[in-house]
């Protein structure tokens, strides 16, 4: 007999600014699977490479990451592997996964400068990818 798992309810990322909408595709946008990874869109239509690089990738291969976000060249704030969003069993936790300038929730810097780090996240909760001047801020939503 296997066990239930326990139930993460309805977890979401919230549009608060222009670029974060368009990276969401909407205003909301539900968070699954867990550990639900966000990172730097590195494989652009831009540069004849990366689609080269794309069309010689496995088709069985996994994405790294379920949100991408573009960022103008050359990308400042976003890092490959940016930061992911978990769940224990008993809260929310976003962990950065070694990014270059970090992730700020709630005003408190976590990783950065390649260090990792993780916080707890809470209903309403704001997450800036990157440093402050960073276009992609979102509203955590838990349910």
């Known amino acids: 007999m296997t066990r239930p798992q326990p139930s993460t309810g309805q977890a979401a990322l ?3 600014t222009p670029e974060a909408k368009d990276a969401l595709g909407g205003a909301e946008l539900p968070i699954s699977p867990f550990p ?5 869109d590195s494989r652009g239509a831009r540069r004849a ?3 080269i690089v ?3 990738r496995r088709a069985a291969s996994r994405p790294t990451n379920e949100l991408y976000l573009t960022e103008p060249e050359p990308a400042t704030n976003v ?3 940016h930061f992911q969003i978990e769940h224990n069993g008993a809260q929310y936790v976003l962990v950065d996964r070694q990014s270059r300038c970090g992730t700020i929730v709630e005003g408190q810097v976590v990783g950065g400068k390649h ?3 993780a916080v707890p996240l809470r209903e309403g909760d ?4 990157g440093t402050s001047a960073s276009r ?5 939503r838990a349910g």
């Open 14 to 16: 919230a549009a608060l």
């Open 36 to 40: 639900f990874r966000v990172g730097l």
């Open 49 to 51: 490479v990366a689609r």
């Open 54 to 56: 794309m069309d010689r």
């Open 79 to 81: 890092s490959r592997q």
């Open 115 to 117: 260090a990792g780090g």
């Open 126 to 129: 704001v997450i800036i990818v």
């Open 136 to 140: 992609f801020v979102f509203k955590f």
